[in-house]
T-cell receptor, first 111, second 111 residues
Framework: NAGVTQTPKFRILKIGQSMTLQCTQDMNHNYMYWYRQDPGMGLKLIYYSVGAGITDKGEVPNGYNVSRSTTEDFPLRLELAAPSQTSVYFC??????????FGPGTRLTVT | EDQVTQSPEALRLQEGESSSLNCSYTVSGLRGLFWYRQDPGKGPEFLFTLYSAGEEKEKERLKATLTKKESFLHITAPKPEDSATYLCAVQVVGGSEKLVFGKGTKLTVNP
């Protein structure tokens, strides 16, 4: 049982480039989430999904897009990367929206 | 606006020196309060969920308690391996599925 896996671990993007952060869970959880964590700040919710085909915005969705075509996968798409998107991104999943289990994170730098 | 404030921001203890971390919250209605542990370079690791005032949960040297306005994470006789950042988060009634996180308390336990 790998839990929640994220790829890549690190990435450097140039301003204006696009990329997809991958997230996969093998716990058959319905709920999946994307957070960003900036230094000295709490985690902020970007998008979440309550099941395949259903997604909704969190606190800070601007500049990001998501899709959920399967229960296992919840990729996060960054279009036209900006320096303000430099952060550590965490994917999480939960069975019933209570106890969320987090992946190891992707550290993204936009220069 | 729903808010979570953790104090202190940083805490240094000697091995065996017990102490408490505080998480105060202001929400319209509490669905659940969560404690996580985060080691450097890793994702948050779930510790406890508390649902109602008066509830307590324990795990090894950690004990979490909840009142109507705050939660405490008591650490009894800490060891160096307890060094980490401890995050508190709340889930709000009617607030969709999001967790509102505090900024965390960085705990260092010296041998």
């Amino acid at each position: 049982n790998a839990g929640v896996t994220q790829t890549p671990k690190f990435r450097i993007l140039k301003i204006g480039q696009s990329m997809t952060l991958q997230c996969t869970q093998d716990m058959n959880h319905n709920y999946m989430y994307w957070y960003r964590q900036d230094p000295g700040m709490g985690l902020k919710l970007i998008y979440y999904s309550v099941g395949a085909g259903i997604t909704d915005k969190g606190e800070v969705p601007n500049g990001y897009n998501v899709s959920r075509s399967t229960t296992e996968d919840f990729p996060l798409r960054l279009e036209l990367a900006a320096p303000s998107q430099t952060s550590v991104y965490f994917c999480a999943s939960s069975w019933d929206s209570y106890e969320q289990y987090f992946g190891p994170g992707t550290r993204l730098t936009v220069t | 606006e729903d808010q979570v404030t953790q104090s202190p921001e940083a805490l240094r203890l000697q091995e065996g020196e017990s102490s408490s971390l505080n998480c105060s919250y202001t929400v319209s209605g509490l669905r659940g309060l969560f404690w996580y542990r985060q080691d450097p370079g890793k994702g948050p690791e779930f510790l406890f969920t508390l649902y109602s005032a008066g509830e307590e949960k324990e795990k090894e040297r950690l004990k979490a308690t909840l009142t109507k306005k705050e939660s405490f994470l008591h650490i009894t006789a800490p060891k160096p391996e307890d060094s980490a950042t401890y995050l508190c988060a709340v889930q709000v009634v009617g607030g969709s599925e999001k967790l509102v996180f505090g900024k965390g308390t960085k705990l260092t336990v010296n041998p």
